[in-house]
Nanobody
């Protein structure tokens, strides 16, 4: 069982930056693939980024590629999402998710993940 707690959301102006954190419980953190998803009002949950056991094995959604960076610190059982050049369309609730192992072909699918955090609100507005 893994528990995930996100933090770092808030209100930011367009073009600004924000860093989200997701702290996980459990001793086997390093065996999990961690993902970030987001959901805007009236829209489906969208894949943002994922990082597998190896920190060099990283995937991004097309909408955030080049602006967001995912990373993990296994010693702290934490995954981060550094967001830069934020746009109003980045607004939504951001969720952290975990899946033990994870195959590459499935990690962009939100229903593939076993554990979820409660979400943190990100609002990009002037």
């Amino acid at each position: 069982q893994v528990q995930l707690v996100e933090s770092g959301g808030g209100l930011v102006q367009p073009g600004g930056s924000l860093r989200l954190s997701c702290a996980a419980s459990g001793p086997t953190f390093m065996t999990y693939t961690l993902g970030w998803f987001r959901q805007a009002p009236g829209k489906e949950r969208e894949f943002v980024a994922a990082i597998r056991r190896s920190s060099s094995d990283i995937y991004y959604g097309e909408a955030v590629k080049g602006r967001f960076t995912i990373s993990r610190d296994n010693a702290k059982s934490t995954v981060y999402l550094q967001m830069s050049s934020l746009k109003p369309e980045d607004t939504g609730i951001y969720y952290c998710a975990a899946k033990r192992g994870a195959i590459v072909s499935a990690l962009r699918n939100w229903d593939y993940y076993d554990y979820w955090g409660q979400g943190t609100q990100v609002t990009v507005s002037s």
